[in-house]
């Protein structure tokens, strides 16, 4: 189960960063997170009142509570660091983000066992290669590794915090509502400041409407990867759970060789295929 839940987060979050670029090249990239969480919020505030959500209000919520604080840092940090560096260099740091759950997971005392050592080592391999790490070429500016770094800590630490989230399906509903509630007031915020200081809010043409679909699909996915990660997580393994989970950049790269017919380098191509070695080991392990 804990192999299922969490390949199935790698391919909703892949899924989710394939659509979120797609549609931030033409939108503002803080726009285009605060409407697709928006939608997300509304849809789980529905699901929350239809199933009785409220009544597992507890502590815990604080977990997803600090979640819905460190994910728009992290993404804005990963936007950032995309845009002042090369992608070659920024995806492959990104997925660094697995060392904090695997560590929080060791630290709690849980022992993979050896064929899933080698799963791990295999499958983190893979995903950075097929990040398609650039080998050479121009220095990258210090402040880029320094913010793809926060992005990977800050991605790493809402998985380790929504694994903590809840102990129930009802409650976990919960707690993706007020983790999306606490995104969108954090990124409303983040943009309003923006708009202060003169940065563009809506695209040229106005408010996207006919992008709505495709946001609520990336806010969707989004919420729905954190979810199944959480079962996941609480099913087995920490460390399994957040290897198999991070697996989403290959996810990535082949949803833009299928939709947009871009060729993966042969690096790219290593790595997915090492990855893919890596799940079935975890998996068998």
Same mark, same amino acid.
């Not at 989710?16 to 849809?43: C, E, H, K, M, Y």
């Not at 815990?60 to 994910?71: C, D, E, K, N, Q």
């Not at 995806?91 to 064929?115: H, Q």
């Not at 983790?179 to 954090?186: E, I, P």
């Given at each position: 189960?804990?192999?299922?839940?969490?390949?199935?987060?790698?391919?909703?979050?892949?899924?989710?960063?394939?659509?979120?670029?797609?549609?931030?090249?033409?939108?503002?990239?803080?726009?285009?997170?605060?409407?697709?969480?928006?939608?997300?919020?509304?849809?789980?505030?529905?699901?929350?009142?239809?199933?009785?959500?409220?009544?597992?209000?507890?502590?815990?919520?604080?977990?997803?509570?600090?979640?819905?604080?460190?994910?728009?840092?992290?993404?804005?940090?990963?936007?950032?660091?995309?845009?002042?560096?090369?992608?070659?260099?920024?995806?492959?740091?990104?997925?660094?983000?697995?060392?904090?759950?695997?560590?929080?997971?060791?630290?709690?005392?849980?022992?993979?066992?050896?064929?899933?050592?080698?799963?791990?080592?295999?499958?983190?391999?893979?995903?950075?290669?097929?990040?398609?790490?650039?080998?050479? $070429? %121009?220095?990258?500016?210090?402040?880029?590794?320094? =913010?793809?770094? &926060? !992005? *990977?800590? #800050?991605?790493?630490? /809402?998985? +380790?915090?929504?694994?903590?989230?809840?102990?129930?399906?009802?409650?976990?509903?919960?707690?993706?509502?007020?983790?999306?509630?606490?995104?969108?007031?954090?990124?409303?915020?983040?943009?309003?400041?923006?708009?202060?200081?003169?940065?563009?809010?809506?695209?040229?043409?106005?408010?996207?409407? $006919? %992008?709505?679909?495709?946001?609520?699909?990336?806010? =969707?996915?989004? &919420? !729905? *990867?954190? #979810?199944?990660?959480? /079962?996941? +997580?609480?099913?087995?393994?920490?460390?399994?759970?957040?290897?198999?989970?991070?697996?989403?950049?290959?996810?990535?790269?082949?949803?833009?060789?299928?939709?947009?017919?871009?060729?993966?380098?042969?690096?790219?191509?290593?790595?997915?295929?090492?990855?893919?070695?890596?799940?079935?080991?975890?998996?068998?392990?």
């Amino acid at each position: 189960m804990t192999a299922f839940f969490a390949l199935a987060t790698s391919l909703l979050w892949g899924l989710a960063d394939f659509g979120g670029g797609l549609l931030t090249r033409r939108n503002p990239a803080l726009t285009v997170v605060v409407v697709s969480q928006t939608i997300a919020a509304a849809v789980l505030g529905a699901i929350v009142v239809a199933t009785g959500g409220w009544s597992e209000a507890g502590p815990r919520l604080w977990f997803a509570f600090a979640a819905g604080l460190v994910g728009p840092v992290a993404m804005l940090s990963f936007y950032k660091a995309l845009a002042m560096g090369p992608m070659g260099v920024v995806s492959p740091l990104a997925t660094l983000s697995v060392a904090v759950p695997v560590g929080v997971g060791l630290f709690l005392g849980e022992r993979p066992g050896l064929m899933q050592v080698a799963g791990i080592a295999v499958a983190v391999g893979g995903v950075v290669l097929a990040g398609g790490p650039q080998l050479k $070429g %121009a220095p990258v500016q210090r402040r880029t590794i320094w =913010l793809t770094l &926060v !992005a *990977a800590a #800050g991605f790493g630490t /809402v998985f +380790a915090l929504i694994a903590e989230a809840s102990t129930n399906v009802t409650g976990l509903f919960l707690a993706l509502f007020v983790q999306r509630v606490t995104n969108v007031a954090a990124g409303g915020a983040a943009l309003w400041a923006s708009a202060r200081r003169g940065g563009a809010v809506l695209p040229e043409g106005g408010f996207p409407w $006919g %992008a709505l679909p495709a946001l609520g699909f990336v806010g =969707l996915a989004d &919420v !729905a *990867a954190n #979810g199944t990660y959480a /079962v996941a +997580a609480q099913h087995g393994p920490v460390t399994v759970a957040a290897v198999l989970a991070s697996l989403y950049p290959v996810v990535t790269a082949l949803a833009a060789r299928g939709f947009l017919s871009e060729r993966l380098r042969t690096i790219q191509a290593a790595g997915a295929g090492l990855a893919l070695v890596g799940t079935l080991l975890l998996a068998t392990g």
